[in-house]
T-cell receptor, first 114, second 114 residues
């Protein structure tokens, strides 16, 4: 168990809909990262938050948005969903442990858009 | 710009044999390099990372990788394969800070033959 939790585990929805994926980082970790894994695009970094502030942006579509709340959990919002958005969405958190910054991943949310 | 190539989308080794997974990178700045593992139906796990300290990096589960700037390579090795090593392995490169805007390779699927 990595200590990073993601809900829901599975999500089935229709094109045009909007969904919210939730991530809770490891206790004490300030950074949260979102990644997408699909058959077409492979693994892609989407966005990173640090202590509530956006720190880095990757290949995140304008239809997607994220935020990190004061309790450090994060939500990834996907809107106007398309078939191609079907993918596994991972969240990760990082923090310093014994002088090393280490990253831990959640189990992912599998999104299927029909 | 940064990119990662992984030679061989699928590698098979016998149990007890040497594991060698190849990774070459392209980066216009000094890179941070990573290896991640994804076990079947599970999330990602960070195996090891290179951050410009020692060129030989030791990771978890007996894996290690060597950074060779002249060859722009970061190959992953393990002296003796175990059945539990069967998984998908991803090499990744990042530019500015650790885990920031990570670019993943396409992955190599490792099979271990008893």
């Amino acid at each position: 168990d990595s200590g990073v939790t993601q809900t829901p585990k599975h999500l089935i929805t229709a094109t045009g809909q909007r969904v919210t994926l939730r991530c809770s980082p490891r206790s004490g970790d300030l950074s949260v990262y979102w990644y997408q894994q699909s058959l077409d695009q492979g693994l892609q970094f989407l966005i990173q938050y640090y202590n509530g502030e956006e720190r880095a942006k990757g290949n995140i579509l304008e239809r997607f948005s994220a935020q990190q709340f004061p309790d450090l959990h994060s939500e990834l919002n996907l809107s106007s969903l398309e078939l191609g958005d079907s993918a596994l969405y991972f969240c990760a958190s990082s923090g310093s442990y014994r002088g090393q910054e280490t990253q831990y991943f959640g189990p992912g949310t599998r999104l299927l858009v029909l | 710009a940064q990119s990662v190539t992984q030679l061989g989308s699928h590698v098979s080794v016998s149990e007890g044999a040497l594991v060698l997974l190849r990774c070459n990178y392209s980066s216009s700045v000094p890179p941070y390099l990573f290896w991640y593992v994804q076990y079947p139906n599970q999330g990602l796990q960070l195996l090891l990372k290179y951050t410009s300290a020692a060129t030989l990096v030791k990771g978890i589960n007996g894996f290690e990788a060597e950074f060779k700037k002249s060859e722009t390579s970061f190959h992953l090795t393990k002296p003796s394969a175990h059945m539990s090593d069967a998984a998908e392995y991803f090499c990744a490169v990042s530019g500015e800070t650790s885990y920031d805007k990570v670019i993943f390779g396409p992955g190599t699927s490792l099979s271990v033959i008893p």
